[in-house]
T-cell receptor
Framework: EPEVTQTPSHQVTQMGQEVILRCVPI?????FYWYRQILGQKVEFLVS????????KSEIFDDQFSVERPDGSNFTLKIRSTKLEDSAMYFC????????????FGPGTRLLVL | GESVGLHLPTLSVQEGDNSIINCAYS??????FIWYKQESGKGPQFIID?????DKRQGQRVTVLLNKTVKHLSLQIAATQPGDSAVYFC???????????FGGGTRLMVKP
């Protein structure tokens, strides 16, 4: 069964550093998403991406964040100048359609900012 | 404010019993709902979805019920097994757009 994959599984970085989280969505999916989950809290939407552009973003997704689909298979989330409060699990998801299409999640990247 | 919420943070059931996990939502514009299962250290796993033009949908051992009148969603798991132990989230799509809004989660514990 096709799965969303994410790398790395864990990332430790110093405050102020830049990190890039990588995702390979399911191959025939057209919509891509990033969510985060701070430890013990619920999953929060960051951004959705379709047709090479952001289609929706939350208040969390400020200028510190950016997304890119650099080739036909990868989807990345870049966090510039990380802050302590960026420590969380970051999940990538993909779907065949937007709106009422089921989103399938990857295993996540655990980011720890020191 | 508008939110997706869960009635119980923890549900403990005996193996073999049926489980019912509940979720309330407040946005009547929501037209699509998903239940996810999250095991420790893993990403949310899609279980079942339902659109607002339906009130019931069945999968393998799972049933989702949607009551639009009272804005209530439930997940029923038949013959609960130890492998069902996890945190269960409901999520809603609020009409136009792709953002899913997640509830706070219910931890299901299955006693052998």
């Amino acid at each position: 069964e096709p799965e969303v994959t994410q790398t790395p599984s864990h990332q430790v970085t110093q405050m102020g550093q830049e990190v890039i989280l990588r995702c390979v969505p399911i191959s025939n999916h057209l919509y891509f998403y990033w969510y985060r989950q701070i430890l013990g809290q619920k999953v929060e939407f960051l951004v959705s991406f379709y047709n090479n552009e952001i289609s929706e973003k939350s208040e969390i997704f400020d200028d510190q964040f950016s997304v890119e689909r650099p080739d036909g298979s990868n989807f990345t989330l870049k966090i510039r100048s990380t802050k302590l409060e960026d420590s969380a699990m970051y999940f990538c998801a993909s779907s065949t359609q937007g709106g009422s299409g089921g989103q399938y999640f990857g295993p996540g990247t655990r980011l720890l900012v020191l | 404010g508008e939110s997706v919420g869960l009635h119980l943070p923890t549900l403990s059931v005996q193996e073999g019993d049926n489980s019912i996990i509940n979720c309330a939502y407040s946005n009547s514009a929501s037209d699509y709902f998903i239940w996810y299962k999250q095991e420790s250290g893993k990403g949310p796993q899609f279980i079942i979805d339902i659109r607002s033009n339906m009130d019931k949908r069945q999968g393998q051992r799972v049933t989702v019920l949607l009551n639009k009148t009272v804005k209530h969603l439930s997940l029923q798991i038949a013959a609960t097994q130890p492998g069902d132990s996890a945190v269960y989230f409901c999520a809603e799509n609020r009409g136009a757009g792709n953002m899913l809004t997640f509830g706070g989660g219910t931890r299901l514990m299955v006693k052998p």
